[in-house]
T-cell receptor
Framework: GAVVSQHPSRVICKSGTSVKIECRSL??????MFWYRQFPKQSLMLMATSNEGSKATYEQGVEKDKFLINHASLTLSTLTVTSAHPEDSSFYIC???????????FGNGTRLTVT | GQQVMQIPQYQHVQEGEDFTTYCNSSTTLSNIQWYKQRPGGHPVFLIQ?????EVKKQKRLTFQFGEAKKNSSLHITATQTTDVGTYFCAGTNNTNAGKSTFGDGTTLTVKP
């Protein structure tokens, strides 16, 4: 089945630093990947849609300069949390699908803690 | 925008009892998926429903898609402790760039 790899699984950083999270589709090509944020005991909130070779589409209320998304190839999307602050601490999850009508396949998620 | 409402938010059952979670979308969906997330884990795909009125079964799990393709349900027969977790529905409208909107999830706890 389709596998999505996300790294790192856990990261602790100091306030003001930037953190990059990678999302790779291992056995399929993903022209579109999605980035979500999940707070404890809450649902997944779509942050942005990552499109290969073009700019990401951000959801309302998500700062594009804060959460930089790059989709450099058909198998890799990165999310960089710039100048992280404690309120950015959360669980970030990427997902991808290999065609419009196929289900989403999720990475294992990245738990970010900003101290 | 598209909204997907899911109820109940929490369900506590005795092992062996049945469990059902319901999803309702504000718009007609192209398809709906169900995912299960264990505590500390990531959502894992369970099933996708595409056709109006579709019913699919996976062992003790029964999934239904409404005739109007705006609602769906997941029913677990005779719950087991391994069923614990949060169940999310996600509705996709292909006219909305294929984005999936997640329900708030139903967290199931099973008392042995």
């Amino acid at each position: 089945g389709a596998v999505v790899s996300q790294h790192p699984s856990r990261v602790i950083c100091k306030s003001g630093t930037s953190v990059k999270i990678e999302c790779r589709s291992l056995d399929f090509q993903a022209t579109t990947m999605f980035w979500y944020r999940q707070f404890p005991k809450q649902s997944l909130m779509l942050m942005a849609t990552s499109n290969e070779g073009s700019k990401a589409t951000y959801e309302q209320g998500v700062e594009k300069d804060k959460f930089l998304i790059n989709h450099a190839s058909l198998t890799l999307s990165t999310l960089t949390v710039t100048s992280a602050h404690p309120e950015d601490s959360s669980f970030y999850i990427c997902s991808a699908r290999d065609s419009l009508n196929s289900p989403l396949h999720f990475g294992n998620g990245t738990r970010l803690t900003v101290t | 925008g598209q909204q997907v409402m899911q109820i109940p938010q929490y369900q506590h059952v005795q092992e062996g009892e049945d469990f059902t979670t319901y999803c309702n979308s504000s718009t007609t969906l192209s398809n709906i998926q169900w995912y299960k997330q264990r505590p500390g884990g990531h959502p894992v795909f369970l099933i996708q429903l595409v056709k109006s009125g579709e019913v699919k079964k996976q062992k003790r799990l029964t999934f239904q898609f409404g005739e109007a393709k705006k609602n769906s349900s997941l029913h677990i027969t005779a719950t087991q402790t391994t069923d614990v977790g949060t169940y999310f529905c996600a509705g996709t409208n292909n006219t909305n760039a294929g984005k999936s909107t997640f329900g708030d999830g139903t967290t199931l706890t099973v008392k042995p």
